[in-house]
């Protein structure tokens, strides 16, 4: 069933040019929004807790723009079953490729970290064709072993490599010798909140996933935040702050803090962006655990 649901409806509307790709996500957007009302009540309970000073009709807006924009990403990610190189590199450009040279020169791996923001899925891919560091990307595999295999060739295809979540530590150890751009979600909902960095983000009490600052400092690698912007429809930019050069020597929870306020930053400019239908605060905070 998989194999035909790729094959007659995915790698067919991967091939269609970009003007088709958007006159579905429309269709779609239609369907998801009024008609069917997908996930819009954890969309809406997500805006109104993240801004409370907005109005119902400002959280509406935001709303409606965002599943616009869902949509997009939607069919943008099944467009990345059949992209070429050319195309993701016309698509999604890197701004500032120089942060990259320069730890390459001094043979240094990186960690970057970005949110689920704009299109990071084709900004990852861009990363690994526009700087000199090898992109590693770390993901949780799906669940349905076939479209796990087609979604692990397509991302692979033009050389960044998909770390399965319970290979990194192993991985991080055998790797020591390459000069690796990892690249960790700044807002993944940790599946141990006890194991947590807690913190307030978008006014709410937010367990934020450890790995990002657990292996920066163990490895004393530097810690880059990738900002992913959208010029327009289909057209985004990247571009990096280095957020700490010498991880070894930074405090417990400094470096959480600095990824998941460069985010916040970025949400709070333009919220239309984010993922909103994924339940980011389901877990509630542990009574040992401290702010």
Same mark, same amino acid.
């Not at 998909?162 to 979540?165: F, V």
């Given at each position: ?10 790698? *067919?509307?991967?091939?269609? *040019?970009?003007r +088709?790709i $958007?006159?579905l996500?429309?269709l ?6 009024n008609i ?8 809406? /309970?997500n805006?109104k807790? #993240?801004?409370p000073?907005?109005?119902p009709?400002e959280i ?12 997009d990403l939607?069919l943008?990610?099944?467009k990345m079953? #059949?992209?070429t @190189?050319e195309e993701i ?9 120089e942060?990259?040279e320069?730890y390459?020169?001094?043979g240094?791996?990186?960690l970057?970290?970005? +949110?689920h %923001?704009n299109?990071?899925?084709l900004?990852?891919v ?5 700087t000199?560091? /090898?992109?590693?990307?770390?993901? #949780?595999?799906?669940a349905?072993p ?5 979604l692990?060739a397509s991302r692979?295809?033009y050389?960044?490599e !998909?770390? *399965?979540?319970k290979q990194?530590?192993t991985?991080f150890?055998?790797?020591?010798h390459?000069?690796?751009? $990892?690249?960790?979600?700044a807002?993944q #909902?940790p599946s141990n909140?006890?194991?947590? $960095?807690?913190?307030?983000f978008?006014?709410?009490?937010t367990a934020?996933a450890y790995? /990002?600052?657990?292996y ?5 690698y *530097? ?10 429809? +289909? ?5 990096f702050t280095? !957020?700490?050069?010498?991880?070894a020597? /930074?405090?417990?929870?400094e470096i959480?803090? @600095?990824?998941?306020?460069a985010l ?8 239309? %962006?984010? !993922?909103?239908?994924?339940?980011r605060?389901k877990?509630k ?5 401290s702010?």
């Open positions: 069933m998989s194999r035909i649901v790729f094959y007659l409806f995915l790698k *067919p509307i991967s091939l269609l *040019p970009y +088709g $958007y006159m996500s429309d779609l957007c239609f369907i998801l929004y069917l009302g997908y996930r819009k009540k954890v969309v809406v /309970t805006l807790n #993240s801004f000073d907005k109005s009709q509406e807006a935001i709303a409606h723009k965002f599943y616009h924009h869902f949509c939607i943008e990610s099944v079953f #059949s992209i @190189k590199n016309e698509h999604c450009q890197i701004v500032n490729p942060v990259f320069h390459a020169k001094e240094r791996s990186l970057l970290v970005a +949110g %923001y299109n990071w899925e900004a990852a861009a990363c690994d064709l526009q000199p560091h /090898t992109a590693v990307g770390i993901y #949780s595999p799906l349905n076939y479209f796990d295999k087609k692990h692979s295809k050389g960044m !998909l770390l *399965p979540k990194v530590k991985f150890i055998n790797n020591t390459r000069i690796i751009n $990892y690249m960790f979600g807002d #909902s909140a006890a194991n947590a $960095y807690w913190t307030t978008l006014h709410q009490d934020v790995g /990002t600052e657990k920066a400092v163990e490895y004393n *530097p810690v880059v935040f990738g900002r992913i912007n959208k010029l327009r429809r +289909g057209y985004y930019t990247m571009d280095v !957020l700490e050069d010498q991880p020597g /930074t405090s417990f929870g959480s803090e @600095k990824h998941t306020r916040e930053l970025q949400i709070l400019a333009q919220p239309e %962006y984010w !993922l909103w239908t994924h339940k605060w877990r905070r542990p009574a040992a655990a702010l």
